[in-house]
């Protein structure tokens, strides 16, 4: 594990924009598999998601929620040094997204701007990349775009969500304390096997099949071997959390909020139960939203915590954990940082 | 250590069935229908947190019987 400490650093505030059309996993999925899918709404805990419509994408979502931001931190745009985009759903496999959005978004093209490939993880590793960059103080201000495009009709588990964060230098701003991790032996797990270099899209990719319940499938689509993922955010999720309680000397019960990675409710709750926490501290929104990739830290704040959390000061610890392997947690105090309400679009 | 029918009763909580089953330590995982992955994810965790024991899905994959599943208990 890499434990850090971020200083001078604040969190200002952040947006969360998901899109407008809602997804029932009971009531749009085939007839044939209805019954079946009952099951595993009841276990998964993913009721409806969000999906983009064709012409959508996640940079859509993150533009709408960084205007929504910048608006109600009543920033101007000059003022932006640096944008990083965390997203496995880019607008092109190259240039970055992040560039593209430093234009769309009319900052200064003296803005930092660069893609990081992350998915569940994305969260941590964002703030702590960005916060490290900020530190010293040439950075003064910067956001931190993170989501992902990865619904799909069939499919009940993802959903679509685009978010923004604004830190912001600030040597009063209190530590931040990080423990981020990588396993790349588990790279199988959840992965787009075609589509890169190593195995371009070819026309074997382009023939849908039949599955036993007689549903077209894609070749090209992710590949997720379930019981590997549940084993490793199972078992490795609640050490790191624990790791990170201890480097940053914080006692359990000071905290007042942990925000999960929003995988799905059988992960969830175990990790929860591991590691001994009340319900009320542990917020969820795996029913309504489902699992938003990288997005499901912030959107989870925002739908259920933004209240809250504008409101003097909050002890909360984030920690997310999926595709790589990867995992990373952090502390940090939220104190009195703009919140929208949630955006639609 | 658990009996076979007191690991039953948490199988069958763990799988989730639809419609309640009679169970054996002799009854084929193949003859459930809801013997699948999403059973495997509820299984791997009722052993994390009933058994303190890590198993995984290939573990799962090997087991032909309901008694097999309950041999992993060890």
């Known amino acids: 594990m890499t434990q850090a400490t971020i200083r001078n650093v604040r969190y200002a505030g952040m947006a969360s924009c998901v899109p407008r059309r809602v997804l029932s996993n009971l009531n749009d999925c085939p007839p044939q598999i209805r019954s079946a899918r009952e099951r595993v709404v009841r276990n998964i805990g993913i009721e409806t998601r ?5 012409w959508q994408t996640f940079s859509d979502l993150a533009f709408d929620a960084t205007e929504r931001l910048l608006a109600e931190l009543q920033w101007n745009k000059d003022e932006i040094d640096a944008l990083i985009v965390i997203t496995q759903s880019p607008d092109y496999l190259i240039p970055a997204t992040a560039i593209i959005l430093q234009d769309r978004l009319g900052l200064k093209p003296g803005t930092i701007a660069f893609d990081i490939n992350l998915g569940c993880s994305a969260y941590a590793f964002g703030l702590h990349v960005l916060g490290a960059m900020m530190a010293s103080g040439g950075i003064r201000k910067a956001l931190l775009l993170v989501g992902d ?17 604004a830190l912001e230098y600030d040597p009063a701003a209190p530590p931040m ?4 991790n990588s396993d790349g032996s588990g790279y199988r797990a959840i992965m787009l096997p075609a589509g890169g270099h190593r195995e371009p899209i070819g026309p074997q990719h382009l ?6 319940d007689g549903i077209l499938r894609s070749p090209a689509a992710l590949v997720l071997d379930g019981p590997a993922v549940l084993s490793f955010s199972t078992q490795r999720v609640p050490p790191a959390v624990r790791d990170l309680l201890a480097y940053a000397d914080c006692p359990i019960e000071a905290v007042d909020y942990f925000i999960f990675h929003q995988a799905n409710r059988m ?3 175990t990790i929860r139960k591991k590691l001994g926490l009340p319900v009320e501290k542990v917020p969820s929104t795996l029913h309504d939203f489902g699992n938003t990739s990288g997005a499901s830290i912030p959107v989870t704040m925002t739908a259920r915590l933004r ?19 990867s995992w990373g947690s952090c502390i940090v105090d939220i104190d009195r940082a703009v919140f929208p309400v949630l955006v639609e679009s | 250590m658990d009996t076979l029918e007191q690991f039953v009763e948490k199988f069958k909580n763990a799988v ?16 459930l229908a809801e013997w699948d992955s999403l059973a495997a994810l509820g299984v791997i965790i009722m052993f994390d947190m009933e058994y303190d024991k890590a198993i995984t899905g290939k573990d799962l994959v090997e087991c032909q019987l309901v008694s097999d599943v309950y041999k992993l208990v060890g």
């Not at chain 1, 495009?149 to 964060?165: C, H, Q, R, W, Y």
């Not at chain 2, 989730?16 to 193949?30: E, M, S």
């Open chain 1, 207 to 212: 023939v849908p099949y039949k599955d036993e």
């Open chain 1, 307 to 325: 209240e809250v959390l504008q409101s003097g000061k909050h002890k909360v610890l984030m920690s997310g954990f999926g595709i790589g392997l």
């Open chain 2, 16 to 31: 989730d069935f639809q419609d309640d089953v009679h169970l054996t330590g002799d009854t084929n995982l193949k003859t």
């Open chain 1, 50 to 54: 969000r999906i983009c419509p064709e």
């Open chain 1, 267 to 269: 992960i969830n709750d």
């Open chain 1, 149 to 165: 495009k990865a619904a799909t009709v069939i499919e009940p588990l993802f959903s679509d969500a685009g978010t923004a964060t």
């Open chain 1, 177 to 180: 304390y990080f423990d981020l």
